[in-house]
């Protein structure tokens, strides 16, 4: 069974690979041939055509649910219901809505399934399973495609999100009662539950996180909490999954037997342990409804009924088999569980458990548990680097703390409050709040904990093939005892802390534009410095460009501090990441034209130039006299200049016309270009035709967002720069240029390089 699981996920996970899906109208008939799994021979080739196959075939089904484009961003009728929790934001409510009709002019379009859809309107409260008729506008599902960055699109379609918009608030708004069936039903159990938990709990911070512990519930978790459990590798204390779903199983477990052995009757009609495990069964369901069914909570509930089927048929199952068992059954659930890190780290995790208590049954409970712990941090910390290009040095330490502080403390008081919850309100309320005030003294531990900065350990995210390597060495260092050299196993680690990007000589630079949505963040390399120009844009408590794409690409790149900062202007989608990517560098230098906006920086200032191993760099406007003339904030960016022996780049921030000619007036001669970062992204209200002219770069890139509001770039300003080629990081994601001899000078798309066949075409 365990070799027949692999095969089935090799299947899968060749198919996540592709750029676009093979044409496949016969896959059905592949599903013919599972007779042929009798035939040992054939057993494993099969069931890794069967895995491709089934995930195929899903992926097919999903996609066939496709927004019309003729729809993008119309006024559209739709009819359904909303599914799941509503989540609150500052200005809008944020939901998931099933259209199950949907309309435009009268005419009638086949549904895309599930939307997600924004509501400015916080009058009207929201739940699962209420019924409407909305005038909305959408479009495809996107994001922002950046090397390291978090696969958004990829994320939406895995949840089964085919579009994304919002409610036209005060038009066409119907309540059409509310629907039923058992998920409406659940959804609007756990509503009610965050009701109470919101009236009965201390008012703070860690409400968010007793909504997370009970129901799942993630989104009122804010960055700075999450920055916290990242920074002491206890993000998994929020997840309901093994940790939680285990506990309340064993918990029922013991419970269910020692009521059930009280009474000879019950005994003679079901052994004591089978009652136990059925009863452990069972909550083991309900707690995973309560958490939603997320995908975390589907994998520790089948791996929870693998063992107590187990107890129920008086069979021991080898832990292999059940690990095997637990993964096929979530894979054939849903093949897309596969692209969710979750699933490799729950499984790997469970894995190593299961290596580790091969050995050391004689050890003290304390000394076991400790190893236990070390040994987790050594069995995931490849694939960690893998996904986040960080590494929690203080996680084996905290976990030994946190998980039976939170197993024998937290949880059991929780449980006792949900058992409170229907018959007293004061029993709840005693119970939740001692809950809280024992989450918060948890919770001090792991904020005094970040504060120390080099127990987060940064690495380049690994290859493939470095990662396979370094797997092998992970379970060659946690076979058991007895077993010689099992040191060798740390050799196969080394090729994690080589390399992988590539040398720059002298005289040479890498020039990538990020895709920040409707913003600006760019980063320039040299061969042995870094500079960030702007940090794309940023909003309190919730996204901000530098936490989601500029870190995690400089660490990628390896790089642990920043030489030189320059933050354009203060508009917030050119300085919103700057204050994460402070807390997270060391910054050697900050030139901005708005230092009354960020602490300890220089004004920028034309005619300030360095050098860079060869690269020449130079501030072209503003000028002091132009800074004591009223001007914009726009027409004060920062101009810069990058030059190399291989080709030039000029990075114009927002700068306007009046700007434009003043740069015309005093610097000419200075503004021609290979490479053009288009001013204002490409608004209407910049890129005079003397301006293009006296650039006239090779290359005009336009830094925007998909679909954005404000229709950038527009298009009389793609048609002055008709002589060159023109990119825009909506359609093309990161651009990443080297400049450099015997190199094709053209901007390499992220967007075509890491195409899976989810994403949206360029």
């Known amino acids: 069974m365990p070799l027949?699981?692999?095969?089935?996920?090799?299947?899968?996970?060749?198919?996540?690979?592709?750029?676009?899906?093979?044409?496949?109208?016969?896959?059905?008939?592949?599903?013919?041939?599972?007779?042929?799994?009798?035939?040992?021979?054939?057993?494993?080739?099969?069931?890794?055509f069967l895995g491709?196959?089934?995930?195929?075939?899903?992926?097919?089904?999903?996609?066939?649910?496709?927004?019309?484009?003729?729809?993008?961003?119309?006024?559209?009728?739709?009819?359904?219901?909303?599914?799941?929790?509503?989540?609150?934001?500052?200005?809008y409510q944020q939901f998931r809505f099933h259209i199950e009709a949907m309309s435009f002019r009268g005419h009638k379009y086949p549904s895309p399934g599930v939307v997600r859809l924004n509501w400015y309107d916080l009058s009207k409260r929201l739940q699962a399973g209420d019924r409407y008729r909305f005038t909305v506008r959408l479009k495809h599902p996107s994001g922002m495609m950046n090397p390291a960055g978090f696969d958004y699109e990829g994320w939406l379609f895995q949840q089964r999100i085919r579009a994304s918009g919002y409610v036209r608030s005060k038009e066409n708004v119907e309540y059409l009662g509310q629907g039923g069936g058992i998920s409406a039903r659940l959804h609007r159990l756990r509503a009610r539950i965050a009701d109470k938990i919101g009236l009965l709990s201390l008012p703070g911070p860690s409400q968010a996180l007793l909504n997370a512990l009970i129901l799942g519930e993630r989104s009122g978790v804010s960055d700075a909490q999450w920055r916290i459990l990242r920074a002491t590798g206890t993000s998994h204390l929020l997840a309901i999954s093994g940790l939680h779903i285990g506990l309340v199983a064993s918990l029922a477990f013991w419970m269910g037997r020692f009521l059930w052995s009280r009474s000879l009757r019950l005994m003679l009609r079901m052994p004591a342990q089978q009652a136990g495990a059925l009863f452990a069964a069972l909550m083991a369901i309900f707690y995973a409804g309560l958490a939603g069914f997320s995908i975390p909570t589907q994998r520790a509930l089948i791996m929870v009924l693998?063992?107590?089927?187990?107890?129920?048929?008086?069979?021991?199952?080898?832990?292999?088999?059940?690990?095997?068992?637990?993964?096929?059954?979530?894979?054939?659930?849903?093949?897309?569980?596969?692209?969710?890190?979750?699933?490799?780290?729950?499984?790997?995790?469970?894995?190593?458990?299961?290596?580790?208590?091969?050995?050391?049954h004689h050890e003290r409970l304390w000394k076991r548990w400790g190893r236990l712990?070390?040994?987790?941090?050594?069995?995931?910390?490849?694939?960690?680097?893998?996904?986040?290009?960080?590494?929690?040095?203080?996680?084996?330490?905290?976990?030994?703390?946190?998980?039976?502080?939170?197993s024998l403390a937290v949880m059991p008081l929780l449980f006792a409050t949900m058992l409170c919850l229907p018959i007293s309100d004061a029993l709840a309320q005693l119970f939740l709040q001692l809950a809280q005030l024992s989450l918060e003294g948890l919770w001090w531990c792991l904020q005094w904990t970040a504060q120390v900065r080099w127990l987060v350990l940064s690495l380049p995210s690994p290859l493939w093939w470095q990662l396979l390597l370094a797997m092998v060495g992970c379970i060659w260092l946690l076979l058991p005892r007895g077993i010689p050299a099992r040191w060798l196993g740390g050799l196969w680690l080394l090729p994690l802390f080589l390399s992988n990007n590539e040398d720059l000589a002298m005289a040479e630079a890498r020039f990538t534009l990020l895709d920040v949505g409707q913003g600006l963040a760019v980063v320039i390399e040299t061969r042995d410095h870094v500079l960030v120009y702007d940090t794309g844009s940023g909003y309190r408590g919730h996204f901000n460009s530098g936490d989601a794409v500029v870190l995690p690409y400089l660490r990628q790149q390896g790089y642990t501090k920043l030489d030189m900062l320059v933050v354009s202007h203060g508009d917030n989608d050119h300085i919103g990441g700057t204050a994460a990517i402070r807390e997270a560098l060391q910054i050697e230098k900050i030139l901005t034209s708005v230092p009354q906006m960020v602490p300890n920086s220089t004004p920028c200032e034309a005619g300030q130039t360095w050098l860079w191993n060869q690269v020449q760099f130079e501030l072209i406007h503003p000028d002091r006299d132009y800074q004591q003339s009223g001007a914009s904030e726009n027409n004060l960016s920062?101009?810069?200049?990058?030059?190399?022996?291989?080709?030039?780049?000029?990075l114009s921030g927002d700068i306007e016309r009046p700007a434009e000619e003043q740069l015309l007036k005093l610097h000419a001669y200075k503004l021609r270009a290979d490479y053009l970062v288009a001013p204002h992204h490409g608004s209407r209200s910049s890129s005079s035709l003397a301006f293009v002219e006296a650039v006239n770069a090779r290359y005009v890139l336009f830094p925007v967002g998909y679909k954005n509001r404000y229709r950038f770039p527009h298009e009389d300003v793609t048609q002055r720069y008709a002589q060159a080629e023109l990119y825009d990081t909506a359609r093309h994601g990161a651009l990443s240029v080297t400049l450099a001899a015997n190199v094709d000078g053209t901007p390499l798309s992220y967007r075509q390089k890491a195409r899976r066949y989810w994403h949206r075409g360029e």
């Not at 676009?20 to 021979?41: D, G, H, N, Q, T």
């Not at 195929?56 to 219901?81: A, E, H, N, Y």
């Not at 101009?639 to 030039?648: A, C, D, N, P």
């Open 4 to 48: 027949a699981t692999l095969a089935f996920l090799a299947g899968i996970i060749l198919l996540q690979g592709m750029a676009s899906l093979p044409v496949a109208k016969e896959i059905c008939y592949a599903f013919l041939l599972l007779p042929l799994l009798f035939y040992r021979p054939l057993r494993l080739p099969l069931m890794f």
């Open 52 to 91: 491709f196959s089934w995930a195929l075939f899903r992926s097919q089904l999903i996609l066939q649910q496709q927004l019309p484009d003729s729809l993008i961003k119309r006024d559209v009728l739709v009819m359904g219901s909303i599914v799941g929790l509503a989540q609150n934001k500052q200005r």
């Open 306 to 360: 693998i063992i107590m089927w187990g107890w129920l048929s008086r069979r021991r199952y080898p832990s292999s088999t059940v690990l095997a068992y637990a993964a096929m059954g979530v894979v054939l659930w849903d093949p897309l569980a596969t692209l969710s890190p979750g699933f490799w780290l729950s499984f790997a995790a469970v894995a190593t458990i299961f290596l580790l208590l091969q050995g050391g």
């Open 373 to 406: 712990q070390l040994g987790i941090f050594l069995g995931l910390f490849p694939l960690l680097l893998f996904w986040f290009q960080s590494l929690s040095l203080s996680a084996p330490g905290i976990n030994l703390l946190a998980i039976p502080w939170l």
């Open 638 to 650: 920062c101009v810069l200049k990058i030059t190399t022996h291989y080709g030039s780049v000029l």
